[in-house]
Nanobody, 123 residues
Framework: QVQLVESGGGLVQAGGSLRLSCAASERTSRTNVMGWFRQVPGKEREFVAAIVTTAGFTRYADSVSGRFTISRDNAKNTIYLQMNALKPEDTATYYC????????????????WGQGTQVTVSS
């Protein structure tokens, strides 16, 4: 069973920055794609960004493109989400996820999930 552990959430003012980290318990085909989703109460889990850990290909949601950057450190089995120019609408619980194969933007396509980390952006 793959385990994903997120860290780095917190409270920040609008315009500020945060960096989230997600450490995977293994680096195998099961974690070939790792990504970030976010969710607010009463809404569906929303795709934020994903990366192919072997090749480095990335994909972003339109709402975060140009502000957020996803990266990986394969030596540490860890991915990062650098979030800049944060807006109050970025407030959510952020979840790390992993899957084999190719990048997908639907939560149901991912097999493994972290416990979530809260990001709150004040106006």
């Amino acid at each position: 069973q793959v385990q994903l552990v997120e860290s780095g959430g917190g409270l920040v003012q609008a315009g500020g920055s945060l960096r989230l980290s997600c450490a995977a318990s293994e680096r195998t085909s099961r974690t070939n794609v790792m990504g970030w989703f976010r969710q607010v109460p009463g809404k569906e889990r929303e795709f934020v960004a994903a990366i192919v850990t072997t090749a480095g290909f990335t994909r972003y949601a339109d709402s975060v493109s140009g502000r957020f950057t996803i990266s990986r450190d394969n030596a540490k089995n860890t991915i990062y989400l650098q979030m800049n120019a944060l807006k109050p609408e970025d407030t959510a619980t952020y979840y790390c996820a992993a899957k084999p194969g190719f990048i997908a933007q639907t939560a149901g396509a991912y097999d493994y999930w972290g416990q979530g980390t809260q990001v709150t952006v004040s106006s």
